[in-house]
């Protein structure tokens, strides 16, 4: 599962598109209120959110996986999009 879009909204809510179609709009205002994310309450900072792929970050020290995040929008359980059993390329 990777993120094919995120865009900052208003007052902490990104909008985030999943590559099978998933996407919705999430608040984490409840994110920038502990820890390292404390930063992120500077809402010109928050807005500059980009996505890697794999997580949603604002730098590169400072980012979210994005397992809970998908959760959250389809309603899935992150372990079946997400499964624990790496995939490897074969020739």
Same mark, same amino acid.
């Given at each position: ?6 865009? @900052?909204?208003?007052? &902490? ?5 999943? =590559? ?10 409840? #994110? ?17 959110? @980009?996505?890697?792929? &794999?997580?949603i970050a604002w730098s590169? =020290? ?10 959250? #929008? ?18």
């Open positions: 599962m990777k993120v094919l879009n995120v865009k @900052y909204l208003k007052d &902490y809510t990104i909008h985030v598109l999943f =590559d099978d179609g998933t996407e919705g709009d999430v608040q984490l205002k409840d #994110l920038v209120q502990f820890g390292v994310f404390q930063v992120l309450k500077n809402q010109e900072l928050f807005a500059k959110v @980009y996505n890697t792929g &794999y997580s590169e =020290d400072l980012e979210i996986d994005i397992a809970s995040i998908y959760s959250e #929008l389809s309603g899935k359980n992150p372990a079946s999009a997400f499964p624990s059993t790496p995939a490897y390329a074969t020739n």
